[in-house]
C-alpha cells in the first residue's frame, strides 16, 4: 500500500543504509515483500487492481512468526479485522508519537522502527524482518534489504492507481530469480484480465 506517489516522488525520499542500523542483529535478514502489476504498480494507497488469493496465501504464509514494518495508511488499510496482522509483531511507522494503533508497536523513526524488529526477531527466533509498505518505505529500505520477494501479476491498473514499487530489476546489486508463471484458479483484475497469471520473483542481494 501507500501514499499515492509517483516513482518520482518516493524516489526523492531518503534511503537508509546499514550505518543507520548498528545494533541489526548479523543473523536476521530484512525483506521486503509486496505484489505488483507488470508495470510496477502495488496500489492506489487504500486498494489494489486485482484480486489474487493465491498471492495473499504466499504472503500469510511467508510472513507469519515474524516481526513486520509498515507505514502508517500501511496499517490503516488493513481490513481492521486483521489489524494487527495476527501471529506477527506489528511495527507501525508514522510522524504523530501520539498515534493510537492497538497491538501494535508505533515509532517515529524508521531506523528506530527496524531495529525494534530485528531485536524482536532474536527474542523469538524468527530469522527474518518483513517491510511491508507503503511504497515510501520501499524506497526507503532498499539499501539495507537483504531479499525482496515480488508477486508479479500480469495485469494492467486503472489510472487511478499510481502508488509503484522499485524496479528491482535495475536496481544495483540483487540477483533476480524468477518462478514460473502460474494460472490463478480465482483471481480477477480491474482491468479484465483472465485468466490471471502471475510469477514469485526473489532477488537477493549479491555478498560476493
Do not use: K
Amino acid at each position: 500500500m501507500g501514499t499515492a506517489e509517483s516513482r518520482a516522488a518516493f524516489a526523492a525520499r531518503p534511503q537508509i543504509t546499514r550505518a543507520d542500523l548498528p545494533d541489526f542483529p548479523a543473523d536476521v535478514e530484512i525483506g521486503m515483500i509486496w505484489a505488483q502489476t507488470t508495470g510496477g504498480v502495488i496500489g492506489d494507497g487504500d486498494d489494489m487492481p486485482w484480486y489474487l488469493p493465491e498471492d495473499l496465501a504466499h504472503f500469510q504464509s511467508s510472513t507469519m512468526g515474524t516481526p513486520v514494518v509498515m507505514g502508517r495508511v500501511s496499517w490503516e488499510a488493513l481490513d481492521p479485522r486483521f489489524r494487527p496482522l495476527p501471529g506477527r509483531d506489528n511495527h507501525i511507522i508514522t510522524r504523530d508519537a501520539d498515534y493510537d494503533a492497538p497491538g501494535g508497536t508505533v515509532h517515529t523513526s524508521l531506523p528506530d522502527a527496524v531495529l525494534a524488529a530485528g531485536r524482536a526477531a532474536v527474542d523469538t527466533g524468527a530469522s527474518t524482518v518483513w517491510i511491508l509498505g507503503g511504497g515510501h518505505l520501499y524506497r526507503q529500505c532498499v539499501r539495507v534489504a537483504d531479499r525482496v520477494v515480488v508477486t508479479e501479476i500480469d495485469c494492467g491498473a486503472p489510472d487511478r492507481f499510481r502508488v509503484y514499487a522499485p524496479d528491482m530489476r535495475v536496481e544495483p546489486g540483487f540477483t533476480a530469480h524468477d518462478g514460473p508463471w502460474l494460472t490463478s484458479a480465482r483471481g480477477t483484475a480491474l482491468t479484465g484480465e483472465h485468466p490471471v497469471r502471475y510469477r514469485i520473483c526473489d532477488f537477493t542481494r549479491d555478498r560476493s
